[in-house]
């Protein structure tokens, strides 16, 4: 099959080469999944400067990518629950970096698998899984409900978006961080925007007097404002920020979920919940994809179509 690999660390694209490579081998409770989307998420290019080496393993050559969204071609023993030809969606992270989505084929533990809503198109689909998970279970240790006002950072991104939106709909209002130019998507989602930068805090207080509820950090580096905003007994957590664990924060490290990701493919046949794809790129335009990650400023998700 041809996929993207890369055979040792880098800051840079420069060890990225696309080829061929063989088959994965399809293990019990297992399916191949014949990829029509992959999500590209800066976890990916992280994890190729070994920013993750002291806590996951590296098999070199590795295929990054753990999104992915495909028909089902090829099922491992034991695998009642799927059948060839079924549309799928994953969170696809493996206990090993090495054989990840940016690739034509990739198999993937049944669990982690959930079936694709049809009111998503497939780069929809391949950006939900990694993102929507880490939405969800950020405001479930959040505890989010009605009444809550909810501080998101980060609120146009890929995870901040979606986070907006199950938060709007489990009854919370929502106070949206962005750009001035992503004001009115985060309108469009049910969000409060605020434009970051300096006085962030003074703006959050104008719009909340007495404080926000919760605050769900999905930018990095907002732990000041963070605690400059919270209500007395106020929660908060982040998917970067490891200082907020001093303060009472909850750090948030999304795990594989098929039942979770099932659940939020409910919410968007139900119209609660669509995914924003700022672009998509074939294999060959992998570089460009990972550098756009790079910048931090894309709205929604960037998508690979091989």
């Known amino acids: 099959m041809r996929a993207v690999t890369y055979d040792s660390f880098a800051?840079?694209?420069?060890?990225?080469?696309?080829?061929?490579?063989?088959?994965?081998?399809?293990g019990p409770g297992q399916v191949l999944i014949e990829v029509r989307a992959a999500g590209v998420n800066p976890v990916d290019w992280k994890i190729m400067t070994g920013g993750l080496d002291p806590m996951i393993d590296t098999v070199f050559p590795v295929i990054p990518g753990w999104d992915v969204a495909g028909v089902v071609t090829s099922l491992g023993p034991d695998v009642p629950e799927f059948a060839i030809g079924d549309e799928v969606m994953a969170y696809?992270?493996?206990?090993?970096?090495?054989?990840?989505?940016?690739?034509?084929?990739?198999?993937?533990?049944a669990p982690a698998v959930a079936r694709k809503p049809a009111a998503l198109?497939?780069?929809?689909?391949?950006?939900?899984?990694?993102?929507?998970?880490?939405?969800?279970?950020?405001?479930?240790?959040?505890?989010?409900?009605p009444g809550d006002v909810l501080l998101v950072h980060g609120a146009s991104g890929g995870v901040g978006s979606l986070g907006v939106q199950i938060a709007v709909?489990?009854?919370?209002?929502?106070?949206g961080t962005a750009s001035p130019g992503n004001h009115d998507f985060l309108r469009g989602l049910g969000a409060e925007p605020i434009a970051y930068g300096d006085g962030?805090?003074?703006?959050?207080?104008?719009?909340?007097?007495?404080?926000?509820?919760?605050v769900a950090d999905f930018a990095g580096g907002q732990l000041e404002t963070t605690l400059a905003v919270l209500a007395p007994k106020g929660r908060h957590a982040s998917i970067l920020d490891p200082a907020v664990l001093e303060h009472g924060g909850h750090l948030i490290w999304v795990r594989p979920d098929g039942a979770g990701l099932a659940e939020l493919a409910a919410l968007v046949e139900r119209g609660a919940l669509t995914v924003e794809v700022a672009a998509t790129h074939p294999l060959d335009e992998v570089g460009a994809a990972l550098d756009a990650s790079r910048t931090g400023h894309t709205r929604g998700k960037i998508v690979l179509v091989p």
């Open 169 to 175: 709909d489990r009854g919370a209002r929502v106070l």
């Open 200 to 214: 962030l805090a003074d703006r959050v207080r104008e719009l909340a007097p007495d404080g926000v509820q919760a």
């Open 11 to 26: 800051t840079d694209n420069s060890r990225l080469t696309i080829g061929e490579v063989p088959d994965p081998k399809v």
């Open 92 to 109: 696809a992270r493996k206990d090993v970096v090495q054989a990840g989505s940016y690739a034509q084929y990739i198999a993937v533990a």
């Open 121 to 145: 198109d497939w780069p929809q689909a391949g950006g939900l899984p990694l993102a929507g998970l880490t939405a969800r279970r950020t405001l479930d240790r959040l505890e989010i409900g």
